[in-house]
C-alpha cells in the first residue's frame, strides 16, 4: 500500500483544514474518528504547541497509589501506553511502604551551556580566561529574572578538545524550577559576540547539554527479607534477594543486559515526565549517557543484602521542571503537579527517582521468581479483546477467558468474542 500524499501546501493550510484533511485521509470508521476525537479547545492548544498540528494523541493518564517518599504518602501520574507500568510500580511500592519506604535526595538544578570557538590561537585562550569579568557582566540582564529567584551564572571555565582543536566555553547556571534549555541556550547566544571578540575566534554554535550531571536524584530503600518473604512465590527470601543482587551485577557488567534493565528504569520515570509535560527526550538521553560514563554501559540501580534486609538504590541526573514550557501550560500537567502537591523540580527529581527504583525493584523480583510474561500477558490480554471488538463489560469478560485460556492471540480473541456474540 503506497502512503497517502498530502498537498505540498499541507504546512501552509488553515488549522482546521488540515485537521479536516488528516481525518479524512487516514480515519475509516465512525469507530476510529470517535477514538481520536480532538476537541476545538485541545486542538487549539495542540496547534500552539507543535508545527502543523492535525490533532492531539491522549496517552493513557493513570495514577499509581502507595509511594512512601521521605515518610510522606504520594500518588504519581504517569502517562504511558504499556499496561504493565503502573502495575508494577504500585506493587513495588506496595511491599516497600511496608518497611518504610523511599529515602530520596536531589542535587541543585543546575544546566551547562556551551560556546564552542574554532581558530582560537594560546594568546587568544589566555586573553578569553583574563575576560570573565566581562562575561559575567553582559550576562547579568540575561540572567536577571532567575538570578531574582536565586538562580544565575554559577562559575564559566574553558577547555580545549584534543580532537577538533576547538575551545569550549562552558557557563553553568542554575535554573531553579524550570527545565532552562531556552534561557542557558539565550545566555551562551547573548555572551557569544564577546567571547569571539577576546578570543580572536570564531563560534562554531551555541547549546546546551542535557548531560546534566550536578542535577542528579538518589534513591533507595531498606527491605528486610521478613518483608520480602510473601512476594517471594514460595520460594526462600535469603535466595530471591540474593538472585535481585546478581541480576543487578549482570546489568553491571553485561551491557546487552543492561539496555533493557536501564529502560525498564526509565519505565516509570519516563511516564512521569510525559504526565507533567517535561522532555521525556532530555531526560532518557541524560539517564542513559550517565549510565555509559565509564565507556561501558552499566546499571543505574544497585542492590546488596546486609542485615537480614535487600538494599536498593539508584543515582541518576534527572532534570525535571515544574514551570515554563509545556509545563504549566496544558491544563492535565498542571493538574498532575497538583496531586503531588506543586513540588518544586529537585522535589520531583527525588519522586523519580524513587519511581525508577521501585519499577527496577518490580521487573527483577518478578524475573528472578518465575518470570515476567504471565503477568504482562494478562494485562494484554485486555488489548487483544478490544482488537477483537469486544466493547464496554464485554472487554474485561472477554480478557478473563483468555487468561483462563492461557492463549494471548488475536485468534483466540477472535474466537471467543464470537462465542460471547453467540451466548448473547
Known amino acids: 500500500m503506497n502512503p497517502a500524499v ?46 502543523s498540528a492535525v490533532g492531539t494523541l491522549p496517552l493513557p493518564l493513570g495514577i499509581v497509589s502507595g509511594f512512601i517518599v521521605n515518610g510522606e504518602p504520594y500518588d504519581l501520574p504517569l502517562a504511558v501506553e504499556e499496561p504493565s507500568v503502573i ?39 589566555a586573553a578569553l580566561a583574563a575576560g570573565y569579568d566581562r562575561l559575567i557582566a553582559c550576562l547579568d540582564p540575561v540572567l536577571a529574572g532567575l538570578s531574582r529567584r536565586g538562580g544565575g551564572l554559577r562559575h564559566l571555565r574553558q577547555y580545549r578538545l584534543p580532537e577538533t582543536g576547538l575551545l569550549a566555553l562552558e557557563l553553568l547556571i542554575d535554573v531553579r524550577d524550570a527545565m532552562g534549555a531556552n534561557i542557558v541556550n539565550t545566555a551562551a547566544e547573548a555572551v557569544r559576540p564577546l567571547a569571539e571578540e577576546l578570543s580572536g575566534g570564531r563560534s562554531l554554535m551555541c547549546i546546551l547539554s542535557n548531560a546534566s550531571p550536578e542535577r542528579r536524584a538518589q534513591a533507595a530503600f531498606c527491605l528486610p527479607l521478613k518483608n520480602l518473604a510473601p512476594y517471594c512465590r514460595g520460594l526462600p527470601a535469603e535466595d530471591i534477594a540474593r538472585r535481585i543482587v546478581l541480576a543487578a551485577a549482570l546489568a553491571d557488567e553485561d551491557p546487552a543486559r543492561a539496555v533493557t534493565h536501564n529502560k525498564g528504569v526509565m519505565n516509570g520515570i519516563a511516564a512521569l515526565a510525559q504526565a507533567t509535560m517535561n522532555d521525556t527526550r532530555a531526560i532518557e538521553a541524560a539517564a542513559h549517557s550517565w549510565a555509559a560514563r565509564s565507556g561501558r554501559l552499566r546499571s543505574l540501580t544497585a542492590y546488596r543484602v546486609a542485615d537480614d534486609c535487600l538494599h ?57 521468581s518465575g518470570g515476567i510474561q504471565g503477568g504482562h500477558m494478562r494485562l494484554h490480554s485486555a488489548r487483544l479483546a478490544y482488537r477483537a471488538g469486544a466493547r464496554g463489560a464485554q472487554t474485561r469478560l472477554l480478557a478473563d477467558r483468555l487468561a483462563a485460556r492461557h492463549d494471548f492471540s488475536l485468534q483466540a480473541a477472535r474466537e471467543e468474542y464470537n462465542k460471547l456474540q453467540g451466548d448473547a
Open 6 to 51: 498530502l498537498p505540498a501546501n499541507f504546512r501552509k493550510l488553515p488549522p482546521e483544514e488540515r485537521k479536516l484533511l488528516w481525518e479524512q485521509l487516514f480515519f475509516v470508521n465512525d469507530d476510529e474518528r470517535s477514538v481520536a476525537a480532538c476537541p476545538p479547545s485541545a486542538f487549539e492548544l495542540a496547534d500552539l504547541m507543535v508545527e
Open 87 to 125: 502495575a508494577a510500580a504500585g506493587y513495588a511500592a506496595s511491599i516497600i511502604g511496608k518497611a518504610g519506604g523511599f529515602q530520596v535526595s536531589s542535587g541543585e538544578p543546575l544546566l551547562h551551556s556551551y560556546v564552542y570557538l574554532e581558530a582560537v590561537s594560546p594568546a587568544g585562550e
Open 312 to 368: 536498593g538504590s539508584i543515582d541518576l541526573p534527572l532534570a525535571f521542571a515544574t514551570v515554563g514550557g509545556s509545563v504549566d501550560l496544558h491544563p492535565v500537567s498542571r493538574a498532575c503537579l497538583a496531586l503531588m502537591g506543586k513540588p518544586d523540580s529537585m522535589k520531583l527529581a527525588a519522586l523519580a527517582a524513587a519511581l525508577g527504583l521501585a519499577q527496577n525493584f518490580a521487573a527483577l523480583l518478578a524475573l528472578v
